[in-house]
């Protein structure tokens, strides 16, 4: 009954390939997103989706692409991997609204070789 | 814009000792305040929250008190245990639902 599941939790890849990372929440949140934590532990917002539709996109490369294909689903995939992708990567979701508080996954390590 | 900011660590203590990590936050609006913490090799988890001015979060000995004066949410416990040793992160909203986190504070605890 894992709330929020992301796989996998390892990747390693070479660089140039292209991978994806899948999210699913059965929390019967609306809203999901995905965060990358660098090796200092720093999170960073990269996108957030709403009801399937894109809300928030920092000033991510384009080489990252999120897909909600339903409310309970956002994956992330990311073409021509470079060594700087190299993080982990946490699915969350919570409620629309603001004040509510987030549930993470477990994470994604992405080491990219 | 929206921030938080917290003590840098690592934070080194011995069992039983008293913890405090500082965390301070932009003044923007009356956001809810959060605690998470952050165990070796898994996701984040809500360690506790506040809503308004005053509140106190409380959960597993943790505590944190939202104060408006000082724009503070520190972070204490009483009596730490070496399981206590995680990452701790403030947050507070930003924006439409997400959140933003400070750096975290890294909570070394020795037997």
């Known amino acids: 009954d894992t709330a929020v599941s992301q796989t996998p939790k390892y990747l390693v890849t070479q660089m140039g390939n292209d991978k994806s990372i899948k999210c699913e929440q059965n929390l019967g949140h609306d809203t999901m997103y995905w965060y990358k934590q660098d090796s200092k532990k720093f999170l960073k917002i990269m996108f957030s989706?709403?009801?399937?539709?894109?809300?928030i996109n920092e000033t991510v490369p384009n080489r990252f692409s999120p897909k909600s294909p339903d409310k309970a689903h956002l994956n992330l995939h990311i073409n021509s991997l470079e060594l700087g992708d190299s993080a982990v990567y946490f699915c969350a979701s919570s409620q629309q609204g603001q004040n509510t508080e987030a549930f993470f996954g477990q994470g994604t390590r992405l080491t990219v070789v | 814009g929206d921030s938080v900011t917290q003590m840098e660590g690592p934070v080194t203590l011995s069992e039983e000792a008293f913890l405090t990590i500082n965390c301070t936050y932009t003044?923007?609006?009356?956001?809810?305040l959060f605690w998470y913490v952050q165990y070796p090799g898994e996701g984040l988890q809500l360690l506790l929250k506040a809503t308004k001015a005053d509140d106190k979060g409380s959960n597993k000995g943790f505590e944190a008190t939202y104060r408006k004066e000082t724009t503070s949410f520190h972070l204490e416990k009483g009596s730490v245990q070496v399981s206590d040793s995680a990452v701790y992160f403030c947050?507070?909203?930003?924006?439409?639902?997400?959140?933003?986190f400070g750096k975290g504070t890294m909570l070394l605890v020795s037997p």
């Open positions: 003044a923007t609006g009356y956001p809810s």
């Open positions: 989706y709403n009801n399937k539709e894109l809300i």
């Open positions: 947050a507070r909203p930003s924006g439409y639902s997400t959140l933003t």
